[in-house]
């Protein structure tokens, strides 16, 4: 039977294998890190009380949302300097890596502002009604982290673009410095000087401080393929920050209402307990290693699709985004196995009481499974339609489908039904199932390859 999409020849391949696992193997090394050391986090607050585990993981669902706006921009940065570089224009895909860098300061300066005036509401009615030591950890650590955004978002947007030079080991190396740097200063600040929540915010902030000065460093090397040209231009370029904005506000629309969707569902669990409420946050931090690797997959497809968009060669975009949904496959079965093994020795590490342990081992196992057989379908293939520039596209279904099914659904399974903080699992579940199908009905048609932001370049 002849292939829909044959095999490209390697002379062609815009990606030969060896540079895939240059790619993707710091992408996994750099997503590790970040996990392990969300789960040292909580696993160090944990022993202040499950108070102060509850009052992290309350505000840690703010504080995704806002990387998660500035990862979006970060993209919308990468597609527009990865198609620039499809294209060998160099020269302008720098003058875009200095309009990115300009946006994430600019956006990222008003966001924290919003938020130091917005806690109280934040705290109150975001949140609900809570105990006051789980109010009280949740405030100090929200006022702290605030400081950290501009500093998140200038390193988002310096590793998205070496991700999409190729050279994710400096975005890897940045990683570990950061990560390594949280590790030591939560160990110092909550168990030396007994800082409790307090002490971790603080040790994140100076952490990603570190991290946004050494790679905005690095950019500034005139070597790079993209780098960032001195004297650096404090005025935005209409055309080029719309090119980034086609994809970095439907993406960032889109990760906000899936985190605002995330944010009212917490809300939900809240009122479940405190039992639940450190079951969902410890299950949090399990599922990151769950779909780790596939989402370090997920980061090096951006890249790839973005410079296939670039030379206008839709035959090798297909082409790698089968290849890439295997290996995203494969590191999803091989990851969770290992997962499912070593579970009791996690749990254990919490110090959890029986009741919310037996929570965290039922969502942690149904998560799994769910991901094993339908999670890159759902998030890895419209990372190309994303790359493609076709982020309204996976916006819209994407919003959709998070009201229809993760709000709706848990509120139905999880308060109705009974459920509690599980039935909330089972319907985000359930949510990649529509998203599943309406990606697949877009990619196989043609629509996509027509969204390319770059046209006029």
């Known amino acids: 039977m002849k292939r829909v999409f044959p095999k490209i020849p390697v002379e062609k391949q815009l990606f030969d294998n060896q540079a895939l696992c240059k790619l993707i193997g710091p992408l996994i090394a750099e997503q590790f890190l970040a996990v392990v050391v969300g789960m040292a986090d909580s696993i160090m607050v944990a022993q202040v009380g499950e108070a102060a585990v509850s009052g992290v993981s309350l505000v840690d669902g703010v504080n995704i949302l ?5 990862s979006a ?36 300066a008003a966001v924290t502002i919003l938020i130091l005036l917005g806690q109280s509401f934040i705290l109150t009615r975001v949140f609900g009604r809570l105990d ?17 955004i501009p500093f998140i978002a200038v390193y988002n947007s310096g590793a998205a673009l070496f991700r999409v030079m190729g050279n994710s080991r400096i975005s890897m190396y ?43 460093a690095m950019l ?61 946050a410890v299950s949090n931090t399990i599922s990151g290693f769950q779909v780790l690797a596939a989402g370090a997959v997920n980061l090096g497809l951006i890249t790839v699709i973005s410079r296939c968009v670039g030379a206008r060669d839709y035959e090798q975009a297909r082409y790698y985004t089968r290849k890439l949904l295997v290996i995203a496959h494969v590191a999803i079965l091989v990851t969770n196995a290992i997962i499912f093994l070593i579970l009791p020795v996690i749990l254990n590490a ?44 996976t916006m819209t279904v994407s919003i ?56 006029s370049c």
């Open 66 to 70: 806002i990387i998660n706006i500035f």
């Open 73 to 108: 921009l970060a993209t919308g940065g990468a597609v527009a300097a990865g198609q620039l570089l499809g294209q060998k224009n160099e020269k302008q895909a720098c003058f875009a890596a200095g309009q990115l860098y300009l946006l994430s300061i600019l956006i990222s």
């Open 132 to 148: 006051h030591d789980v109010h009280q950890a949740a405030a100090d650590y929200l006022f702290i982290l605030t400081f950290a």
């Open 174 to 216: 940045v990683s570990l410095a950061m990560n390594l740097l949280n590790i030591v200063g939560n160990a110092l600040l909550i168990f030396v000087f007994h800082m409790g929540v307090a002490g971790a915010a603080l040790s994140t902030l100076f952490s990603r401080i570190v991290a946004a000065c050494f790679i905005t």
């Open 220 to 280: 500034l090397k005139p070597q790079q393929l993209i780098h960032l040209n001195l004297p650096f231009s404090i005025r935005p370029e209409k055309n080029m920050v719309m090119r980034i904005l086609q994809v970095g506000i439907p993406s960032g629309l889109e990760n906000s209402m899936f985190q605002l969707g995330k944010i009212l569902v917490l809300s939900l669990v809240a009122s479940f307990g405190t039992s639940a409420i450190a079951a969902n």
């Open 350 to 393: 919490y110090n959890l009481s029986p009741e919310t342990s037996a929570l965290t081992r039922q969502i942690t196992l149904w998560y799994g499974i769910a991901a094993m057989l339908t999670w890159p379908l759902s998030f890895t293939l419209p990372g190309t339609l994303r790359a493609a520039g076709d982020a309204v596209f």
């Open 400 to 455: 959709v489908s998070m009201w229809l099914c993760r709000i709706l659904l848990s509120y139905v399974l999880g308060r109705h039904l009974g459920m509690g903080v599980f039935g909330t699992w089972v319907a985000m579940t359930i949510d990649w199932q529509l998203r599943l199908v309406l990606f697949l009905l877009r990619y196989r048609g043609h629509k996509w390859e027509q969204r390319h932001i770059t046209k």
